[in-house]
């Protein structure tokens, strides 16, 4: 199975731009001190089996996501959460351009006035060196991955994600994925409501630890039997 590579309009970064991205990078690793541990929720979704996306309160059309779309999706007054996305935006484009992820970037356009108001990406491979880094899991041929879902705060609360992420999820079945799935902050309901609703079952907890402000990772994933209560996840230590 290939979903492709597709990137949107000709997209290429010049020096300014992969100086900015370093400079992110090291920002980040600084952030992250000495130790810091996460632990994700692990959704999927069998897209054998029917399921009806749920509609949003606005009509919407997917596209392919174009370089114009970023200070639309990202503005200034959402801060620091925007910035971060764009960041992660930058790195994602660069590696796809450098061929060592296998992803595609959707953006979701509110046809009232046809301005961007999601973005949602889905992968279906990347190098070891991507995901031993990001702590992503082993995808098998008939698994693709739902990540980076964003909502600028102007559309949230309109029911986009759990939209956007079916549609894009029923474009992947027609690729030949059999298994759709996320992985999402514990903390991260809304995300996690909007995972249950686009028809993500609760599947996995990661487990991802840091050391040396980033620079040795651990991550573990153990199974999730039967269906939990999210709010039983903010206990976990």
């Known amino acids: 199975m290939r979903i492709g590579s597709g990137q949107g309009a000709d997209f290429r970064m010049d020096r ?5 991205g370093l400079g992110a990078k090291v920002t980040r690793r600084l952030q992250e001190g000495p130790y810091g541990k996460r ?3 692990g959704l999927r979704r069998d897209l054998a089996v029917p399921f009806s996306t749920p509609t949003p309160k606005i009509p919407i059309s997917l596209r392919e996501f174009r370089v114009e779309d970023l200070a639309v999706l990202f503005p200034a007054a959402d801060g620091i959460a925007a910035e971060r996305e764009r960041t992660d935006i930058m790195w994602r484009l660069r590696s796809v351009e450098d061929g060592i992820l296998r992803s595609r970037c959707f953006v979701a356009i509110d046809e009232t ?3 961007p108001c999601h973005i949602q990406w889905i992968t279906d491979g990347y190098s070891d ?5 990001a702590a992503l899991p082993e995808l098998s041929h008939d698994e693709a991955l739902l990540e980076n879902a964003y909502t600028p705060s102007a559309y949230r609360g309109l029911g986009l994600m759990p939209a956007v992420t079916g549609r894009i999820a029923e474009r992947a079945a027609e690729n030949g994925v059999r298994f759709a799935v996320a992985f999402i902050d514990r903390r991260n309901f809304a995300s996690l409501r909007g995972g249950q609703r686009a028809g993500l079952l609760p599947w996995q907890i990661q487990t991802q630890r840091q050391y040396g402000f980033g ?3 651990r991550v573990s994933f153990e199974p999730i039997h039967g269906t939990p209560n ?3 996840h903010t206990q976990c230590n």
């Open 129 to 133: 060196a991507i995901r031993i880094t």
């Open 39 to 41: 632990v994700l929720i």
């Open 215 to 217: 620079l040795i990772r």
């Open 113 to 115: 006035s046809d301005r």
């Open 16 to 20: 300014n731009e992969r100086l900015d």
């Open 230 to 232: 999210f709010s039983y």
